[in-house]
């Protein structure tokens, strides 16, 4: 006869690799330390294989863990997912919500919005997690991620929001002494302060209304994985800089930088909300899905 599959132990497992840790785990779950242990052992005597590596200091997972994490992971949410879907829809939503985001558009445009949020759901929690590296969603466990991008076809399900502009903007103290460059071909004349994850940061791209595209390879003395921390260096007249307008458009409408080469802009990008792809989500993800795209759409 066969065995069903141990499903608690499995979703147990899946939150200890997520929370990197069986304290953690058992403080999620409302559980003991001893009870999510006993749990994971239950599992390796089933599968005859040892997934975790423990020492008193550190909890390593091993191989055979890792290629069972994602799965379990899977388990876990569909199991999440199918309770949810199977309450009434006047359930309302409660749990936590892991959404990342970018972090200056974070900071500027998502965390503004969210206490309207928590106060619309008083039983739901976020855990923002604020980075501009692209995140694994499927291997981090995040429910919902915000990316400024170009998207590429994939298996995640992605919702266009809205365009985001960005432009050449420095100092009016910088350009009355460097010049104020017309075309990207200038930029060579330049001090260039330079964006690390942009596809290619190595190569600065333009096209204009004619569709004519240029490529540029600009070099500067400053280079940062976050574009807040090019704005110092942009208002002391240290160089010039392509950036997002919810990072610069403010200090721009105030005269503290310039705008320039207006007629050749990066290619176009856009902000999405993307999602796991597959199966039905909990009520919980729903609920800041759908106030995200209201929320954010209605910046554009």
Same mark, same amino acid.
């Given at each position: 006869m066969a065995r069903l599959p141990d499903l608690e132990a499995l979703a147990i497992f899946a939150r200890v690799v997520e929370l990197r840790g069986f304290s953690a785990a058992a403080q999620d779950l409302g559980l003991s330390k001893a009870t999510v242990s006993k749990a994971v052992t239950r599992l390796e005597t089933r599968l005859g294989t040892r997934l975790f590596n423990r020492t008193s200091r550190r909890l390593a997972i091993t191989d055979a863990g890792a290629k069972l994490a994602e799965r379990a992971a899977r388990v876990l949410a569909e199991g999440e997912a199918a309770e949810d879907e199977a309450l009434s829809q006047s359930q309302v939503p409660r749990g936590l919500v892991r959404l990342a985001a970018p972090m200056s558009f974070g900071l500027a445009e998502v965390a503004p919005i969210l206490p309207d949020f928590l106060a619309r759901y008083p039983e739901v929690s976020i855990d923002l997690h604020l980075s501009d590296e692209v995140v694994d969603i499927v291997g981090l466990g995040i429910d919902m991620v915000l990316r400024i991008?170009?998207?590429?076809?994939?298996?995640?399900?992605?919702?266009?929001?809205?365009?985001?502009?960005? *432009?050449?903007?420095?100092?009016?103290? *910088?350009?009355?002494?460097?010049?104020?460059?017309?075309?990207?071909?200038?930029?060579?004349?330049?001090?260039?302060?330079? *964006?690390? *994850?942009?596809?290619?940061? $190595?190569?600065?791209?333009?096209?204009?209304?004619?569709? $004519? $595209?240029?490529?540029?390879?600009?070099?500067?003395?400053?280079?940062?994985?976050?574009?807040?921390?090019?704005?110092?260096?942009?208002?002391?007249?240290?160089?010039?800089?392509?950036?997002?307008?919810?990072?610069?458009?403010r200090l721009v409408a105030e005269g503290r930088l310039e705008a320039v080469m207006t007629d050749w802009t990066p290619p176009p990008v856009a902000l999405h909300l993307v999602q796991p792809g597959g199966g039905p989500r909990p009520a919980r993800v729903e609920a800041l899905a759908d106030f995200l795209v209201r929320g954010l759409a209605r910046r554009a």
């Open positions: 991008a170009a998207l590429p076809d994939s298996s995640l399900v992605a919702r266009r929001l809205r365009p985001m502009t960005r *432009y050449a903007v420095a100092s009016p103290a *910088y350009l009355d002494a460097r010049g104020r460059p017309t075309h990207p071909s200038q930029l060579a004349d330049h001090a260039c302060l330079g *964006y690390a *994850y942009l596809p290619s940061p $190595e190569t600065w791209r333009f096209v204009n209304a004619a569709g $004519e $595209e240029v490529s540029v390879r600009p070099t500067g003395p400053l280079c940062a994985n976050n574009a807040d921390a090019l704005t110092p260096a942009l208002l002391a007249g240290l160089g010039l800089a392509v950036q997002p307008d919810f990072a610069v458009g």
